[in-house]
T-cell receptor, first 116, second 113 residues
Framework: GDSVTQMEGPVTLSEEACLTINCTYTATGYPSLFWYVQYPGEGLQLLLKATKADDKGSNKGFEATYRKETTSFHLEKGSVQVSDSAVYFCALSDSRGVGGSYIPTFGRGTSLIVHP | DAEITQSPRHKITETGRQVTLACHQT?????MFWYRQDLGHGLRLIHYSYGVHDTNKGEVSDGYSVSRSNTEDLPLTLESAASSQTSVYFC????????????FGPGTRLTVL
């Protein structure tokens, strides 16, 4: 079945440092890929997404590129801020339910802590 | 603005009691999901629904039930609460379109004593 593997955290960085959170996946079909972010005490919210190979998703200074050849979707940011401290989830969607609906597959999440 | 809400936000109950967690969305989405989030396990799917009167079991459905009588609501019931069900519960919805972005509620923290 489908699966998502992301690096374990916590990842601890100083403000303005570069960030990379690795994410690799296995899927039987041709999935869409997502990064969700969960701020303390809140639900998950979509950060960015990509639907086909070589697509780059971007939002709030974060980027991730859909790499089909390496089955990866690594999250990157050039300069992190304290406000980026959160848990980041990589996810995929692969239409396999009734009428094309799907059940998403989430990674376990990576905690990011940014110090001033 | 459309939104997805959960109530209560915090709940303390005793072992053996029946508990119902509410989820209400105004996105008019067909798909609704319940997850639990625990340290070391990430998000685990409990139940999901593709539309009114449709319900399906997820990977950790034992001890939980749902019913879908309208588009907006998917209440989650713990038939007889157990300490192992202490967790944070998230409801989510999606419209079933190609990109299938999920929209999450703020969560309910449930403690079973």
């Amino acid at each position: 079945g489908d699966s998502v593997t992301q690096m374990e955290g916590p990842v601890t960085l100083s403000e303005e440092a570069c960030l990379t959170i690795n994410c690799t996946y296995t899927a039987t079909g041709y999935p869409s890929l997502f990064w969700y972010v969960q701020y303390p005490g809140e639900g998950l919210q979509l950060l960015l997404k990509a639907t086909k190979a070589d697509d780059k998703g971007s939002n709030k200074g974060f980027e991730a590129t859909y790499r089909k050849e390496t089955t990866s979707f690594h999250l990157e940011k050039g300069s992190v801020q304290v406000s980026d401290s959160a848990v980041y989830f990589c996810a995929l969607s692969d239409s396999r339910g009734v009428g094309g609906s799907y059940i998403p597959t989430f990674g376990r999440g990576t905690s990011l802590i940014v110090h001033p | 603005d459309a939104e997805i809400t959960q109530s209560p936000r915090h709940k303390i109950t005793e072992t053996g009691r029946q508990v119902t967690l509410a989820c209400h969305q105004t996105w008019n989405h067909n798909n609704m999901f319940w997850y639990r989030q625990d340290l070391g396990h990430g998000l685990r799917l409990i139940h999901y629904s593709y539309g009114v009167h449709d319900t399906n079991k997820g990977e950790v459905s034992d001890g939980y039930s749902v019913s879908r009588s309208n588009t907006e609501d998917l209440p989650l019931t713990l038939e007889s609460a157990a300490s192992s069900q202490t967790s944070v519960y998230f409801c989510a919805s999606s419209d079933g379109a190609v990109l299938d972005t999920q929209y999450f509620g703020p969560g309910t923290r449930l403690t079973v004593l």
